[in-house]
């Protein structure tokens, strides 16, 4: 059974930060692209960032500067650090994982930035 888990969301005020974890099972990790989406509401789910197997990262333009994205291989997670967070950051934040036809989500995270 796949399990992406989400970790690490939480209240922050604009200018903190937090790191996201998302610890995934049942999957041969070190295969899959993964990435961080995420959804405010009346929005559509959109790009956070990603990281490919081989550690290629791409972010959204919103977020460049301010975002990073990792992996550890050895502990099947993938984790998103936010820096300099903005209330526009607020949202439910997703962990996707992605191999050839294989698309698995976790559950969501919430993530609230305000004073």
């Known amino acids: 059974q796949v399990q992406l888990v989400e970790s690490g969301g939480g209240l922050v005020q604009p200018g903190g930060s937090l790191r996201l974890s998302c610890s995934a099972s049942g999957i041969t990790f070190r295969l899959y692209d993964m990435g961080w989406y995420r959804q405010s509401p009346g929005k559509q789910r959109e790009l956070v960032a990603t990281?490919?197997?081989?550690?290629?990262?791409n972010f959204a333009d919103s977020v460049k500067g301010r975002f990073t994205i990792s992996r550890d291989n050895a502990k099947n997670t993938v984790y998103l650090q936010m820096n300099s967070l903005k209330s526009e950051d607020t949202a439910v934040y997703y962990c996707?994982?992605?191999?050839?036809?294989?698309?698995?989500w976790g559950q969501g995270t919430q993530v609230t930035v305000s004073a």
């Open positions: 990281i490919t197997r081989g550690s290629v990262t």
């Open positions: 996707k994982a992605v191999w050839v036809s294989n698309i698995y």
